[in-house]
């Protein structure tokens, strides 16, 4: 009934013979199965066509005109805040937040709105922490994901210095599981990205030639050193003994 909410009598009706007719299509589609199976298929399927109705309904009741008005709210309160303020549910709310999302650029303009602290936060806790900060984890905001990624990670080489953050961590995945593991852990891996990886693998190789130098570098200088000690107790040991010889002449 939700879906009749705020219709004309034109609407309802028009709704009401849209349903039927689709009940008669089905009936005529699926003649000879089991009844209480064509039913519960038929139902499933109206089920569904509802919730696209209610969504629609939603969006024109809350959204459709007032979309940059949403979105600065959205940005100055937050989800929680304004969901709140319009008095939806949170599977209403996910509904304007998509409609946002995939229309109107939502997350974007969220991002570059506070660029300074985003930034901050992908430099120091990487692209999966700013996925749970906007709450975007499905697979479905993936492309939205991606422009906020390429904002982030590519504007004043962000990807670059979230590699130096994390030094240490990179070098020892580079060294135990290569270059193309580091590569898609930072999301690089399209050709798009292939200038940014390329600094990136520079500065990793280059990394990884002075830890080996410098251990190999310690690795002598000890080496050195010890034989510097054992010739030096060799040497004591022979005036010792030329001591020791003198004396008894």
């Not at 992908?122 to 499905?138: E, V, W």
């Amino acid at each position: 009934m939700s879906a009749y909410i705020g219709c004309s009598i034109c609407e309802v009706l028009w709704l009401h013979n849209k349903v039927c007719a689709r009940r008669v299509f089905y009936a005529n589609l699926f003649d000879g199965l089991d009844r209480a199976l064509v039913s519960c298929i038929i139902l499933n399927l109206y089920i569904k066509t509802m919730n696209l109705q209610d969504k629609n309904m939603l969006i024109e009741r809350y959204a459709r005109g007032r979309e940059s008005l949403l979105i600065e709210r959205y940005i100055k309160d937050g989800p929680a805040d304004l969901s709140e303020q319009l008095g939806i549910t949170p599977k209403e709310w996910k509904a304007l937040f998509d409609h946002l999302v995939f229309e109107y650029n939502l997350l974007y303009k969220t991002v570059i709105s506070s660029a300074d602290f985003f930034s901050e936060s992908y430099i120091k806790y990487g692209m999966a922490h700013i996925r749970d900060i906007l709450d975007i984890n499905d697979e479905a905001y993936d492309i939205s994901c991606e422009q906020v990624f390429d904002f982030l990670a590519m504007t004043n080489d962000g990807v670059y210095y979230h590699v130096l953050e994390h030094r240490d961590r990179y070098l020892m995945a580079f060294k135990a599981r290569g270059g193309d593991f580091v590569r898609k852990v930072l999301g690089l891996w399209k050709k798009k990205y292939d200038g940014q990886w390329e600094k990136i693998l520079d500065f990793l190789l280059n990394s990884c030639c002075e830890a080996l130098f410098s251990g190999q570098t310690l690795e002598h200088g000890l080496r050195s050193f010890l034989w510097l000690i054992n010739a030096q107790r060799e040497h004591r040991a022979v005036e010792k003994s030329e001591i020791a010889r003198k004396g008894l002449a």
